[in-house]
């Protein structure tokens, strides 16, 4: 369903942050992405998110190429896609509600539908009694979380997840990769970058390593390698 | 329908709805937007005001000039005595010959109205308005001439010189006199008043223009953590452009109701004045106020400017701001 097909990007100035990845995620799949600080995991959500356009090579979901998406035709891509960013992304000035409603209020739903999905939403998440709270009262990882509901909330068929358990406990990350998971099994494909290797190793799931922005290993992890 | 995904229904548009519905529902979504954008303002109420004071006093200006020309004109106007005729009586003709004359020229199809001022009511009106009373009781011999004041009912200038000359022809008339070059003059003055007043009205209302355009613009930039997040979550242009745009509008409206009530305190004020005025010159002038359909059109325009400025503000900068993601 995602293909990366030999895909380079250079930012400007020459760096190379991605060197000729190529991989796929079939429909239904869920998978890790690892490399260490810098390896180029942030950069390859955002090909897929098209927050970024490679310098070279193609990236396709559903055998459509990215490359011919024009720009108004981006906003449409990304409800298809749930983001969950590393550093959050939220309204501050916005209660939790507000925020977890934005990609519905975004799609036109209104009403009693709205509110029902934004519940079920922060439930799964555990946040339910925060629906009122403004996300600067909350903590890191709740607001994590926030994040997470929001991602979520439109059901979107590829789930991409750029370090969800950054600032959570081992049993709160426990609980967020069980939502993952929960995803997974109806059928959404899931793409979660993250440095924590001992999740990883433990959730078994087939794992991609960036390094300097090469792909060194496509599968199992098979050890504990020093990234 | 999504574009990747074919066969997933995206939004609202997944739920059968009838069409009224879809209809009511996009109606009370505007509304929610629009009132939302009012409480917007009312976040930062002193910024808010500052901009709408600014938008009102500039609106009050072309407002002001347009009503002084609309004023200026309807005294104009009523000047349609300006192409009354004068007609000096020679001082030998008897009382009988004048009064032939009035009988013709009452009759005069080209003629209007006839009126006559004889020397001594002449002298009467001119002792009584002059102030020189005393003094007149001394000239012993009254050296006003009798008048004959016709008022053609053709009132252009080309056809009162007409019958001016017609009538200076009868015998008794000494000469006649038309009084036209003035009222020429004050028509040109007028056309060059309007066309002042109507280059002013165009600078300021782009000067409105732009300060609700670098309004919003600053907003904008205020917000542009905000819009990045929505560009991230799929929030079309349109989507994030629409609060702006009632933002514009909600200060095009108030900045017209502002600019009325600057206008109306200031012919309040400017009434008592007037009346002093007209009263010394036995005229009936009342201030002219702005009429319904002028304060629609000064609310129109205000709220189309708005609108204008923050869709010139808008279609740029919101276009520009691209979210550097996750
Ligand atoms: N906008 C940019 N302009 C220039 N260089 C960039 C830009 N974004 C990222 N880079 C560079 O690209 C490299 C990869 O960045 P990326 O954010 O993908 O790393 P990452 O794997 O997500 O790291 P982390 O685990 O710390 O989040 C980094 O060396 C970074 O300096
Ligand atoms: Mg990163």
Redesign the pocket.
């Known amino acids: 369903m995602l293909t990366f097909d030999q895909v380079s990007?250079s930012?400007?100035?020459g760096?190379i942050?991605?060197d000729r990845i190529s991989f796929e995620l079939a429909k239904g799949e869920m998978a890790f992405l690892t490399?260490?600080?810098?390896?180029?995991?942030?950069?390859?959500?955002?090909l897929i998110s098209l927050i970024?356009r490679p310098t070279s090579g193609r990236v396709l979901i559903n055998q459509i190429d990215l490359s011919r998406i024009r720009r108004h035709q981006v906003p449409f891509i990304r409800r298809d896609i749930g983001i969950i960013f590393?550093n959050h992304r939220l309204l501050m000035e916005h209660t939790v509600f507000d925020n977890v409603a934005l990609p519905l209020i975004i799609e036109g739903f209104t009403g009693k539908d709205m509110v029902k999905r934004v519940h079920a939403a922060l439930d799964k998440v555990g946040l339910l009694d925060k629906v009122r709270c403004l996300p600067e009262t909350l903590s890191g990882g709740e607001q994590q979380r926030v994040g997470i509901a929001r991602a979520v909330v439109n059901k979107p068929p590829l789930l991409l997840a750029?370090?969800p358990t950054g600032n959570l406990d081992p049993e709160l990350s426990k609980d967020i990769m069980q939502v993952f998971e929960a995803f997974n099994q109806v059928g959404v494909s899931v793409l979660i970058?993250t440095?924590d290797h001992g999740l990883v190793a433990r959730m078994r799931y087939r794992t991609l390593t960036?390094k300097q922005?090469k792909m060194i290993n496509d599968g199992l992890l098979q050890f504990e390698e020093p990234l | 329908m999504s574009i990747l995904f074919s066969g997933r229904a995206t939004g609202a548009t997944a739920k059968k709805i009838s069409l009224m519905q879809r209809w009511w529902m996009s109606w009370t979504h505007h509304l929610r937007q629009a009132i939302g954008s009012l409480g917007e303002l009312w976040r930062t109420p002193l910024a808010s005001l500052m901009t709408i004071a600014v938008l009102g006093v500039s609106l009050t200006l072309p407002t002001t000039l347009h009503l002084l020309v609309k004023n200026v004109q309807s005294i104009s106007g009523s000047f349609t005595q300006a192409a009354e005729i004068s007609f000096f009586i020679k001082d030998d003709a008897t009382e009988a010959q004048i009064t032939t004359l009035r009988t013709m020229l009452s009759a005069d199809p080209e003629i209007e109205q006839v009126h006559f001022i004889s020397k001594q009511q002449a002298m009467e009106e001119f002792s009584q308005l002059s102030g020189f009373g005393q003094a007149m009781q001394h000239v012993a011999d009254n050296p006003l001439p009798n008048v004959l004041l016709v008022l053609p009912r053709n009132t252009q200038p080309q056809a009162a010189e007409t019958l001016r000359a017609r009538i200076e022809q009868e015998r008794i008339v000494e000469f006649g006199k038309l009084d036209i070059a003035w009222l020429e003059r004050l028509d040109a003055m007028l056309l060059l008043l309007r066309q002042a007043v109507l280059a002013i009205a165009v600078l300021l209302l782009s000067a409105v223009l732009l300060i609700i355009g670098n309004t919003i613009r600053l907003s904008i930039m205020n917000k542009k953590e905000e819009i990045e997040v929505m560009k991230l979550v799929g929030a079309t242009d349109a989507f994030i452009q629409r609060p702006f745009l009632y933002t514009g509008v909600w200060f095009g409206l108030f900045g017209g109701c502002l600019a009325f009530l600057i206008v109306e305190l200031m012919l309040w004020w400017l009434e008592a004045a007037i009346g002093h005025i007209t009263e010394l010159y036995h005229s009936h002038f009342t201030l002219m106020a702005m009429s319904l359909s002028e304060f629609m059109a000064l609310i129109g325009i205000a709220v189309a400017l708005g609108l204008a400025g923050s869709y010139l503000s808008v279609s740029r900068h919101i276009r520009a701001i691209e979210p550097?993601g996750?």
């Not at chain 1, 180029?40 to 959500?45: I, Y």
């Open positions: 990007k930012y400007p100035g760096f942050a991605l490399g260490h600080s810098g390896a180029g995991k942030s950069t390859l959500l955002k970024e590393q750029d370090e970058a440095h960036l922005g | 550097t996750p």
